[in-house]
Nanobody, 127 residues
């Protein structure tokens, strides 16, 4: 079993930056080499894809809405995944969730491709 815990959310003004972190425990990334993703969900909306990265840290994939502003990175030795968010906009306000695939190393952009989820961290961007 894998436990994921997100941190780093908060309140920030438009144009500001935040860095989210996701720490995994229970199984190390090296034992099953999962593709990792970040999703977000605003009140009344469906959970949407934000960014994903392969186990090997290959070319990441981003949603069009965050491309050029957000960067996903991972540290396999520390079992952590990060999402650096720059030039934040009010429409980025949401709960952000870290997710891991069960056994596949590749990226995926749909929530049902991920087996493990954190409890989320809130990001609020004021205008």
């Amino acid at each position: 079993q894998v436990q994921l815990v997100e941190s780093g959310g908060g309140l920030v003004q438009a144009g500001g930056s935040l860095r989210l972190s996701c720490a995994a425990s229970g199984r190390t990334f090296s034992s099953f080499r999962p593709g990792m993703g970040w999703f977000r969900q605003a009140p009344g909306k469906e959970r949407e894809f934000v960014a994903a990265i392969t186990w090997s840290g290959g070319v990441p994939v981003y949603a069009d809405s965050v491309k050029g502003r957000f960067t996903i990175s991972k540290n396999n030795a520390e079992n952590t995944v990060h999402l650096t968010m720059n030039s934040l906009k009010p429409e980025d306000t949401a709960a952000y969730y870290c997710a891991a695939r069960r056994s596949l190393t590749s990226v995926a952009i749909t929530p049902n491709a991920y087996a493990y989820w954190g409890n989320g961290t809130q990001v609020t961007v004021s205008s």
